[in-house]
């Protein structure tokens, strides 16, 4: 199931037109909710949708259960038992359960269920902690956790941003239509066009690495490149659907990009890549963690370095989030590095340069530059071990034969280089095409360039639209 299929597109249209024509004699989130479970039950199998049903049903009792015994302890266990019934029915390694002698069926769940738990744990803590002033109903509770635009991969939207949408969603003017309309185009245009065609260098770059020696590690470099900028295209393009689709309902849906190839570093990386994932592990571990390691530790000058601790933790808990199998704790483990070093470093450097001297060397342009690289880099390089695992690729380099340390030092250098060159090549192109759009008379034509382009690739060059990789975690 994508953001562009006849069944997504269909379900969404038919939303609209039912929040237009029947608000007098059926309430808006009841159009909403109605639209929600057909469009799940139409994105998941049998099985799938019996499980789903099984944690949203099991989210409902706990919350009910914190609801009225609002204790630490009884909160505490309730979000433990959620995010077991996560594991149990998530598309998780089968292996791990075995190898620690637990009972572990088979996933059942496919689709959304991650992003589901993180909405059942955020209602969960924020009830039991007396945030939410009304108790949470049944039906604002499906409404929620289900709301078809964000089930597949988010944004995590917090219950009281999007509830109170979805009961009395503001219809939007004229241009908020053609806005609307207009972002759910380009956003086709990123999952179908962009995205393809960035999967389809990766597919014949993976295949290129077979080669061995230094050009199949270039090609390796290639691969690792190609994914990048096809996940970001089909994640960004799933995103623009939605938001714009939100639009056309009334509801305000949050970005959850802002320019990632402009970071500065790793940690602002992380502030515009998928905002909403990293806000929630925010709020919901890294905050209330930091908070306990300073409580233990009691030495205001150990709080940057535990920060430094915090992020780690966080980071490696996302990326096992991703999936229980060593690969992704490797990946995990390479996030954690990525962003406690980087704030390590920060640490380290206003101790020795002082705050101004360290606002001055973070200014010249090749300390940008070089810190800019560093980010993408180390990112690129991370999502091999989403797209592939540690065995595979160890066996990849070995089979390079005895230029395997080149053909290394190939895929790194071809990364680093990319790197160093996207941020600003991105910066001008997004300056140019944002004047574009914004020119008088030019919107039309970009949108019918997206359209037939879209049009181009699926009739004429028939190419394939690659699944949505965040929707499977």
Same mark, same amino acid.
């Given at each position: 199931?994508?953001?562009?299929?006849?069944?997504?597109?269909?379900?969404?249209?038919?939303?609209?037109?039912?929040?237009?024509?029947?608000?007098?004699?059926?309430?808006?989130?009841?159009?909403?909710?109605?639209?929600?479970?057909?469009?799940?039950?139409?994105?998941?199998?049998?099985?799938?949708?019996?499980?789903?049903?099984?944690?949203?049903?099991?989210?409902?009792?706990?919350?009910?259960?914190?609801?009225?015994?609002?204790?630490?302890?009884?909160?505490?266990?309730?979000?433990?038992?959620?995010?077991?019934?996560?594991?149990?029915?998530?598309?998780?390694?089968?292996?791990?359960?075995?190898?620690?002698?637990?009972?572990?069926?088979?996933?059942?769940?496919?689709?959304?269920?991650?992003?589901?738990?993180?909405?059942?744990?955020?209602?969960?803590?924020?009830?039991?902690?007396?945030?939410?002033?009304?108790?949470?109903?049944?039906?604002?509770?499906?409404?929620?956790?289900?709301?078809?635009?964000?089930?597949?991969?988010?944004?995590?939207?917090?219950?009281?941003?999007?509830?109170?949408?979805?009961?009395?969603?503001?219809?939007?003017?004229?241009?908020?239509?053609?806005?609307?309309?207009?972002?759910?185009?380009?956003?086709?245009?990123?999952?179908?066009?962009?995205?393809?065609?960035?999967?389809?260098?990766?597919?014949?770059?993976?295949?290129?690495?077979?080669?061995?020696?230094?050009?199949?590690?270039?090609?390796?470099?290639?691969?690792?490149?190609?994914?990048?900028?096809?996940?970001?295209?089909?994640?960004?393009?799933?995103?623009?659907?939605?938001?714009?689709?939100?639009?056309?309902?009334?509801?305000?849906?949050?970005?959850?990009?802002?320019?990632?190839?402009?970071?500065?570093?790793?940690?602002?990386?992380?502030?515009?890549?998928?905002?909403?994932?990293?806000?929630?592990?925010?709020?919901?571990?890294?905050?209330?963690?930091?908070?306990?390691?300073?409580?233990?530790?009691?030495?205001?000058?150990?709080?940057?370095?535990?920060?430094?601790?915090?992020?780690?933790?966080?980071?490696?808990?996302?990326?096992?989030?991703?999936?229980?199998?060593?690969?992704?704790?490797?990946?995990?483990?390479?996030?954690?590095?990525?962003?406690?070093?980087?704030?390590?470093?920060?640490?380290?450097?206003?101790?020795?340069?002082?705050?101004?001297?360290?606002?001055?060397?973070?200014?010249?342009?090749?300390?940008?530059?070089?810190?800019?690289?560093?980010?993408?880099?180390?990112?690129?390089?991370?999502?091999?071990?989403?797209?592939?695992?540690?065995?595979?690729?160890?066996?990849? #380099?070995?089979?390079?034969?005895? =230029? !395997? *340390?080149? @053909?290394?030092?190939? %895929? +790194? /250098?071809?990364? &680093?280089?990319?790197?160093?060159?996207?941020?600003?090549?991105?910066?001008?192109?997004?300056?140019?095409?944002?004047?574009?759009?914004?020119?008088?008379?030019?919107?039309? #034509?970009?949108?019918?360039?997206? =359209? !037939? *382009?879209? @049009?181009?690739?699926? %009739? +004429? /060059?028939?190419? &394939?639209?690659?699944?949505?990789?965040?929707?499977?975690?």
């Amino acid at each position: 199931m994508t953001v562009v299929s006849p069944v997504f597109l269909a379900i969404g249209l038919l939303a609209v037109a039912a929040v237009y024509l029947l608000p007098a004699r059926v309430p808006r989130d009841l159009i909403l909710l109605a639209a929600s479970l057909g469009f799940v039950a139409a994105a998941l199998d049998p099985a799938s949708l019996a499980g789903l049903a099984a944690f949203v049903l099991a989210g409902f009792a706990l919350l009910r259960v914190v609801e009225r015994r609002r204790r630490p302890g009884v909160l505490a266990a309730a979000v433990a038992a959620a995010v077991a019934l996560f594991w149990l029915l998530g598309e998780n390694d089968v292996a791990l359960g075995a190898a620690l002698g637990l009972p572990r069926p088979e996933p059942v769940v496919l689709l959304g269920l991650s992003y589901v738990m993180f909405r059942v744990v955020h209602l969960l803590v924020d009830v039991g902690q007396g945030e939410l002033a009304a108790p949470v109903g049944l039906r604002g509770y499906l409404g929620y956790l289900l709301f078809f635009p964000n089930f597949l991969a988010g944004p995590i939207q917090r219950y009281e941003d999007l509830a109170p949408q979805l009961a009395t969603p503001s219809p939007p003017d004229r241009d908020g239509v053609c806005a609307g309309l207009a972002r759910m185009l380009a956003g086709g245009f990123s999952t179908v066009v962009l995205s393809g065609l960035a999967f389809a260098v990766f597919r014949w770059a993976g295949e290129a690495a077979a080669l061995g020696g230094v050009a199949g590690g270039l090609a390796l470099g290639v691969a690792t490149l190609a994914f990048s900028a096809y996940l970001y295209a089909s994640f960004t393009g799933y995103m623009g659907m939605a938001i714009g689709l939100g639009r056309l309902l009334g509801i305000a849906i949050p970005e959850n990009f802002d320019r990632p190839w402009l970071a500065r570093n790793f940690l602002d990386f992380w502030a515009r890549w998928h905002i909403t994932l990293s806000e929630w592990f925010k709020l919901y571990l890294f905050n209330p963690a930091t908070k306990e390691m300073l409580r233990a530790v009691d030495r205001p000058a150990a709080a940057p370095w535990l920060g430094a601790a915090g992020y780690f933790l966080t980071f490696f808990v996302m990326g096992i989030w991703h999936g229980t199998s060593l690969s992704f704790a490797v990946y995990g483990l390479l996030l954690g590095l990525g962003v406690s070093l980087n704030k390590a470093w920060q640490v380290w450097m206003v101790q020795r340069l002082g705050r101004r001297g360290y606002n001055t060397l973070s200014a010249r342009r090749w300390y940008a530059v070089a810190a800019r690289t560093a980010a993408l880099s180390w990112f690129a390089l991370a999502l091999v071990l989403v797209w592939s695992d540690l065995a595979t690729v160890s066996a990849s #380099l070995a089979s390079l034969g005895a =230029a !395997g *340390a080149a @053909a290394a030092v190939g %895929l +790194v /250098v071809v990364v &680093v280089g990319c790197g160093a060159a996207l941020g600003p090549l991105a910066a001008w192109l997004s300056s140019g095409l944002g004047r574009l759009t914004h020119s008088a008379g030019t919107g039309w #034509l970009i949108a019918v360039a997206q =359209a !037939g *382009a879209i @049009a181009y690739y699926l %009739l +004429v /060059v028939r190419g &394939v639209v690659p699944e949505l990789i965040y929707q499977r975690f």
